[in-house]
């Protein structure tokens, strides 16, 4: 495996839909064992059209997606970071790809005037919440959400960064 660079990103395109839907569902499912389906993910059945008023961005490897970040925009100047996900052999400081694809999102984000962004993760994704928590996300509570914000009932914990 080579070093990842930020050039390894690319904006999604369909014909890489069944990769990410592959990837997402064996993180949440393999890892965590959330029991989540494809059918409960409305992104993940037409990214391009879910995403076409945010951005969706893949890092490719060897013809394989190995990670994944979306941004939707709720309402005006309110975003909602979705699918942040890398597989196992990617992460780390090494290679630091959970940070590149974060930071195109929230380059995106600030070209978009989006001021607030939201994010749902697993209770159990620790790793995950600290990787929020050092970007400057803080936990907020689901009654805090806006109500167009939505999501898949689980066990979840809510962040808000002020971008």
């Known amino acids: 495996m080579q070093k990842m660079s930020r050039e390894m990103i690319q904006k999604f395109e369909k014909q890489w ?8 569902l064996g993180i949440q499912n393999g890892e965590f064992n ?3 389906t494809l059918a409960m993910q409305t992104d993940l059945h037409d990214t ?4 076409e008023n945010g951005g969706f961005w893949i890092a490719i ?5 190995v990670g994944s970040i979306g941004l939707q925009e709720l309402t005006t100047g309110v975003g909602i970071l979705r699918k942040m996900f890398v597989d196992k052999a990617y992460r780390g400081k090494d290679l630091s790809l959970a ?12 070209k978009m005037n989006i001021k607030q962004l939201y994010l749902d ?6 790793a995950a919440h600290r990787f929020y928590e050092r970007n400057g996300f803080v936990e907020t509570s ?3 959400l806006p109500t167009a914000y939505k999501f898949v009932e689980m066990p979840l ?3 808000v960064l002020e971008v």
């Open 99 to 110: 940070q590149k694809l974060f930071d195109i999102l929230i380059d995106k984000a600030k």
């Open 48 to 51: 391009e059209k879910f995403y």
């Open 157 to 159: 914990k809510f962040y």
């Open 121 to 126: 993760t697993p209770l159990i994704a620790n």
């Open 142 to 144: 689901r009654d805090k």
């Open 61 to 65: 490897e060897e013809e394989r997606v």
């Open 17 to 24: 839909q069944s990769q990410v839907a592959d990837l997402v």
């Open 34 to 36: 959330l029991g989540v």
